[in-house]
């Protein structure tokens, strides 16, 4: 529906004498330019919700280590006690350190460049 009436309102525009060339370049530039501003933050979005709506790696009161994608892992696991999943929600994790009690929040979109392990 919103592509019809905006192909009717540059047609009409046309009819009244508008140099619609012009106007549909400064759009489509003003397009491309937005596109390219949200981009990158969108995306971290989008993998966060489908890091919890679709892997689900893990639910709240789980023991997990989180660490980088090519580290090693020991069978002993982290000498913290890993982390423990206190709160989840689309855009953010909310986590305990075993250890200390020391609380964090967590993206779940950098969460989905991580290596989950569950302890």
Do not use: H
């Amino acid at each position: 529906n919103g592509v019809f009436y905006i192909v009717c309102a540059f047609v009409v525009l046309g009819v009244l004498g508008v140099d619609v060339s012009s106007l549909f370049l400064g759009l489509s530039g003003l397009l491309v330019s937005f596109a390219f501003m949200i981009g990158s933050a969108s995306s971290k979005y989008l993998e966060g919700i489908l890091l919890i709506l679709v892997r689900r790696p893990y639910d709240v009161g789980d023991r997990v280590c989180i660490m980088e994608q090519n580290a090693p892992v020991n069978n002993d696991g982290p000498p913290s006690g890993g982390w423990i999943i206190e709160k989840v929600d689309l855009v953010t994790t909310t986590v305990r350190l075993a250890s200390t009690r020391e609380y964090t929040t967590f993206a779940n979109g950098s969460l989905a460049d991580s290596r989950i392990v569950n302890l």
